[in-house]
């Protein structure tokens, strides 16, 4: 088998019709062999059935697999150990590639001699976006855009933060060797269930470079991601933000130095930097207002995610330590 296609999926019965239809659509070249790997992240709505009729309409082979531990790295992972291909190709629930897409996956990677390649990601709106979003293209790394035209090869720098290192796991593929030789995806990390966390293609992606594996971005496979009108409110990007910081707190995990309650000092001079920097611009009527509304989202985030890691690790015994009534204060208190 020279490539399987990944899809992970949670409650997205519809989307996921839409999905593998354009799978069924693609065009490749004369001998070239590949498989679905359907994984199935504990859904509860007619995502078998979906499955099933495609199945029974197509001639790709797929492989139906359910996944009741919710989080998408270990749906991930469970899709790479039943897959047969020697590329492991990755896309979403709600992407529709185009029907060169995997053609153009296996190209670059045998062209550029690459462990791994990520590909263009454009939107594909359900309604005209409003103004505030059609033309921020920050926020469209919220959900997962990227319409970079210029080939690269993928580099650790600072900067990880802000282009994903070019590799999104809406449209990216690697070698198995790359995984043989790194592991696969982090189990803490990505989304779990309704719970939006993010990034765990951007570890991969370091460990792999770290790891002297040589890891492409070229524009040519192209996949065309569905935005939602619960996308197009400002209530998603908050959330987003939010779980930006929570996710990126349960990566990092307890802090080594000084905290209060896990949560160290800095962050909290940080949540209070941008209420001022939010307040200002609101006053001022800013452009950039929804911009520090959101970083103080993702501060709380980080408040909460390192809170959340402390208790785990043992600050709550602690804690209860500290507010365990003493002896006999029930008793005084209802006399």
Partial sequence: MNV??????YNRAELLRRALSALGAQRTAPGLTWEIVLVDNNSNDATKDVVEAFTASSSIPITYLFEGRQGKSIAQNTGIAAAAGDILAFTDDDCRPEPTWLQNIVDCIEGWKADGVGGRILPEWSAPPPPWLATDR????????LDDNEVRRVELGPWQRENGFRVWGANMAFRRSAFDAVGGFNPASGPRGL?????????LVRKLVEAGKVIMYDPSPTVHHWVGAERMQKRFYRWHSFYYGEGSAFRHGPPSGRHVLG???HLLGDLSRNIVAWTRAALHRDPEVFCYEREIYESIGYLSGYMKCALTAGEYARLRRVLKPAPGSE???GS
Avoid: Q
Wanted: charged share 25%; aromatic share 6%; proline share 7%.
């Fill in 138 to 145: 920050h926020l469209w790394t919220s959900i997962a855009m």
């Fill in 195 to 203: 719970k939006k966390y993010s990034h765990e293609e951007i570890e």
């Fill in 331 to 333: 008793r005084r208190a």
């Fill in 263 to 265: 949560v160290p000092p």
């Fill in 4 to 9: 399987s296609v990944v899809v992970c999926t």
